[in-house]
């Protein structure tokens, strides 16, 4: 059983800054990629950034310059910092991560969501 938890979605102002953790616990082996999609009332899921095992990190074009994502392997986390953040920044914040288990192959989790509100 492996399980996403996220912590750190709030309420702030526009040009505020907030950081978002993710930290994956279970039978782990190994955790190829972790990352953090997002959902607006009204749109579709779609991807904030993701960083592969080695480190290899891709950003959506809306998140460039101002979100740096980076990840504690140490402790299966990790984080979001979001900067300069915009009324259009707000929506809930899912963790994603595919996973491989002690006993399984592959897997895809997604965290609960963190709703992010960003508004004066």
């Known amino acids: 059983q492996v399980q996403l938890v996220e912590s750190g979605g709030d309420l702030v102002q526009p040009g505020g800054s907030l950081r978002l953790s993710c930290t994956a616990s279970g039978s782990i082996f190994r955790i190829n990629n972790m990352g953090w999609y997002r959902q607006a009332p009204g749109k579709l899921r779609e991807l904030v950034a993701t960083?592969?095992?080695?480190?290899?990190?891709h950003y959506a074009d809306s998140a460039k310059g101002r979100f740096t994502l980076y990840r504690n392997n140490a402790d299966n986390t990790v984080y979001l910092q979001m900067s300069s953040l915009k009324p259009e920044d707000t929506a809930v914040y899912y963790c994603?991560?595919?996973?491989?288990?002690?006993?399984?192959?592959?897997?895809?989790?997604w965290g609960q969501g963190t709703q992010v509100t960003v508004s004066s």
């Open positions: 960083i592969s095992e080695g480190g290899t990190i």
């Open positions: 994603h991560a595919e996973i491989v288990g002690v006993y399984t192959g592959a897997l895809v989790y």
